[in-house]
């Protein structure tokens, strides 16, 4: 039977009042030495490393993966850092229970009160901390108790795979959730403690044409962003592997993150192949009408955290002698988009066309907010799988009868810059610790000539 999640609210966690942090849980991380599994470094146990020294290949893919990236990123822990001050503790693990899931659950990384201040301890040393979503995350899941910010239970020692297998170095134990989508639904469904849903992918992929039951088509999680191949999960023993790149549409943003180019290919090339775009003319012969599909995909266009990410359409068309007739999804001086929110661009009302895709989030005021912790509800203007969205463009009086040319860009990226001068701004995050643009991608372009009677 397949199991519907519920999102409900989470209560706000309690806080020590301590002046010093508490201390953490046993440490789950204790050295060991790798030589047993192959090697003659000593790594802590629950560290990639360690995991690193037989399954090379799967090391290297989550190296440079976004479960490596979880808490490298300075934008995520000047968010945490904000977000704990902010709330006065009472955020406590929510942000950390997925960023960096092992750590959280053995205790490591408790919020104390320090004089005035509340903070996290948070040492990027300790493996299950600095390098976020780690192997025995999902490789010591024993069980999912709802597909919702990070409910489900780790075993202390026992690690699973899809079929029973191992070696001298360890025993694998057969587990269904490994290729099952309820195991990555567990963090990529996601309520704040005020109830507000911030991210939604499983469900949108539970009620998705690839999870219908019909035909032989369905597909899970894994299926797209695990997809198997022939290849070694130790050194001289081939079999049907699993790439471990978890290839979605989140980028790097320090300059020394491994693999970062193949990453920015890998993820233009996932991007390209989920939006289809298209321009006609409008329905009333005044103008063109821009349409884009969301295509390939099991959850909606954008996914994940969709107050962040931004899908849109960059229109310019122009005449004969390349003169700009009209114009949308342009940038401001700052790189924003004009999307009529006050505060999110020097000009907000300066395009009324402009075709975007996301979320927005609001406080219990019906106030626009920046940060997940801060909302109290979300508006979601998102492409579910098949649907089609599309504006209409009306040309000005004086070019009716004149050769037209559109030129339309459907791009993407995954933060906006106001969020991140609001950051450094308020002295969370400095202004060297990403890289000087946000990444945009371009997902799909096409042309249109025209003449409007």
Not at 35 to 63: F, I, L, Q
Not at 241 to 268: N, R, W
Not at 348 to 366: K, R, T, W
Request: aromatic share 8%.
């Amino acid at each position: 039977m397949r199991i519907l999640s519920v999102l409900l609210a989470i209560a706000l966690a309690g806080c020590s009042s301590d002046s010093n942090p508490p201390a953490p849980q046993a440490d789950a991380s204790a050295d060991v030495n790798s030589a047993d599994a192959g090697g003659d470094v000593m790594y802590p146990e629950n560290s990639p490393e360690y995991c690193g020294t037989c399954h090379e290949t799967h090391y290297e893919d989550w190296r440079g993966s976004m479960h490596a990236y979880a808490t490298v990123d300075p934008i995520y822990r000047a968010m945490l850092t904000k977000g704990i001050a902010e709330t006065e503790g009472k955020l406590d693990q929510f942000c950390i229970q997925c960023h960096a899931p092992v750590a959280s659950k053995n205790g490591i990384t408790p919020v104390y009160q320090d004089g005035d201040t509340w903070k996290v301890q948070f040492d990027m040393n300790e493996p299950t901390v600095g390098h976020g979503v780690v192997c025995v995350t999902c490789h010591r899941m024993e069980s999912v108790e709802a597909t919702k910010n990070a409910q489900f239970t780790l075993t202390e020692r026992t690690l699973f795979g899809p079929g029973n297998s191992g070696g001298e170095a360890h025993k694998i134990e057969a587990s269904t959730l490994l290729t099952s989508s309820l195991m990555c639904g567990t963090c990529h469904n996601v309520v704040n403690p005020k109830g507000a849903l911030l991210e939604n992918t499983f469900s949108e992929w539970y009620a998705s044409p690839f999870n219908d039951g019909v035909g032989d088509d369905d597909k899970t999680c894994q299926d797209c962003h695990m997809p198997s191949y022939q290849g070694e999960i130790v050194e001289g023993k081939p079999r049907e592997i699993h790439k471990h790149q978890f290839v979605g549409v989140d980028l790097a943003l320090v300059d020394d993150f491994p693999y970062k180019e193949l990453q920015l290919q890998l993820v233009t090339e996932l991007l390209r192949s989920c939006g289809k775009l298209d321009v006609a003319k409008s329905t009333n012969n005044n103008g063109v009408r821009v349409s884009v599909t969301n295509i390939n995909n099991g959850h909606a266009l954008p996914s994940g955290s969709t107050a962040d990410r931004q899908v849109w359409v960059q229109l310019v068309i122009t005449d004969a002698q390349g003169t700009v007739v009209l114009e949308s999804g342009m940038l401001d001086a700052n790189g924003d988009l004009m999307d009529r929110v006050e505060g999110h661009s020097l000009t907000p009302d300066g395009d009324p066309d402009l075709l975007v895709f996301g979320s927005f989030i609001f406080n219990e005021s019906g106030d626009h907010v920046t940060f997940p912790w801060q909302a109290s509800r979300s508006q979601d203007f998102l492409l579910q799988p098949g649907q089609t969205g599309w504006r209409e463009y009306e040309i000005p009086e004086a070019y009716k009868g004149v050769p037209l040319t559109a030129k339309a860009t459907l791009r993407y990226r995954t933060f906006p810059p106001f969020l991140v001068r609001k950051l450094i701004d308020d002295g969370f995050l400095g202004a060297d610790e990403i890289v000087a643009e946000i990444p945009i991608v371009d997902m799909a372009e096409t042309t249109f000539e025209f003449v409007i009677p």
